[in-house]
């Protein structure tokens, strides 16, 4: 019954949802990138369609199809993932930033490939803009929710990303747990809210971390309209 009635409880709603890691180009063949597979964000995205949501993904590069019902937007550095979110930010009754935004890119982009000459090469890079921090400034109703995927310390980090940021929900993640993490299909997350309450889900499938997101964001919207 519980399934039934969350059936199509985001109808209505608009969702932005990021996926997937930014690469940052070095030269026209090379890019710093991450190990992030897209597999939270598209899972988020497929689950949010299937409430009945209008469902904007934004992707880095990611080996996934788009899920069934969802406009895809598919973007490959920092810089083009914030103007893509931040084009649709007024317009959107959520967020969920599940992308692996590269916190810095190259300083200049060489415009040849780089060729193999002393025995070491230094690359300088410069910050990227926190996509995540800018929305929570901006933010007016839309409700926020973030990503940490920490190897150590991750309540500590988490919890200071959470207020940093202005959001309504943080998804905490120990990468370093077996069944945790980047490129697999499970993932075990703590749920903290901004009220400071912890919610610890046990190894789950993305899937299953998706609806339970869902069911608290839906939550959320209930109690704010
Ligand atoms: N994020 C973002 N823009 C960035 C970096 C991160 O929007 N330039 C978002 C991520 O999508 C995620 C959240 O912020 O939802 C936390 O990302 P994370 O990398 O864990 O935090 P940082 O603030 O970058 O801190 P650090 O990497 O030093 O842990
Ligand atoms: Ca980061």
Same mark, same amino acid.
């Given at each position: 019954?519980?399934?039934?009635?969350?059936c199509?409880?985001l109808?209505?709603?608009?969702?932005l949802?990021?996926?997937?890691?930014?690469?940052?180009? /070095?030269?026209?063949?090379?890019?710093?990138?991450n190990?992030?597979?897209?597999?939270?964000?598209?899972?988020?995205?497929?689950?949010?369609?299937?409430?009945?949501?209008?469902?904007?993904?934004?992707?880095? &590069?990611?080996?996934? &199809?788009? &899920?069934?019902?969802?406009?895809?937007?598919?973007?490959?550095?920092?810089?083009?993932?914030?103007?893509?979110?931040?084009?649709?930010?007024?317009?959107?009754? /959520?967020v969920?930033?599940a992308?692996?935004?590269?916190?810095?890119?190259?300083?200049?982009?060489?415009?040849?490939k780089?060729?193999?000459?002393? *025995?070491?090469?230094? /690359?300088?890079?410069?910050? *990227?803009?926190?996509?995540?921090?800018?929305?929570?400034?901006?933010?007016?109703?839309?409700?926020?929710?973030?990503?940490a995927?920490?190897?150590?310390?991750?309540?500590?980090?988490?919890?200071?990303?959470?207020?940093?940021?202005?959001? $309504?929900?943080?998804?905490?993640?120990?990468?370093?747990?077996p069944?945790?993490?980047?490129?697999?299909?499970?993932? /075990?997350?703590?749920?903290?809210?901004?009220?400071?309450a912890?919610e610890?889900?046990?190894?789950?499938?993305?899937?299953?971390?998706?609806?339970?997101?869902? $069911?608290?964001i839906?939550?959320?919207?209930?109690?704010?309209?």
């Amino acid at each position: 019954a519980a399934l039934l009635q969350n059936c199509q409880n985001l109808r209505g709603r608009r969702i932005l949802i990021t996926a997937a890691g930014t690469r940052e180009a /070095i030269d026209p063949v090379r890019y710093i990138g991450n190990r992030s597979s897209g597999k939270m964000g598209y899972a988020l995205a497929g689950a949010a369609a299937g409430r009945g949501a209008e469902v904007i993904l934004i992707s880095g &590069p990611a080996n996934l &199809p788009a &899920p069934p019902g969802v406009s895809i937007t598919r973007v490959e550095t920092a810089a083009q993932m914030q103007a893509a979110v931040l084009a649709e930010f007024d317009t959107v009754d /959520i967020v969920i930033k599940a992308a692996a935004v590269a916190d810095y890119r190259p300083e200049l982009v060489a415009d040849q490939k780089i060729k193999k000459t002393g *025995n070491t090469l230094t /690359i300088n890079l410069v910050k *990227n803009p926190d996509i995540l921090f800018e929305l929570g400034q901006r933010k007016k109703q839309q409700i926020l929710v973030g990503f940490a995927a920490e190897t150590k310390d991750l309540m500590i980090h988490a919890r200071e990303k959470l207020t940093k940021k202005n959001l $309504d929900m943080i998804v905490a993640n120990d990468i370093t747990l077996p069944g945790a993490g980047f490129n697999i299909d499970t993932n /075990i997350v703590k749920i903290i809210h901004k009220d400071g309450a912890v919610e610890e889900l046990p190894q789950l499938s993305k899937q299953q971390v998706a609806e339970i997101l869902l $069911d608290k964001i839906s939550t959320l919207l209930t109690k704010s309209t």
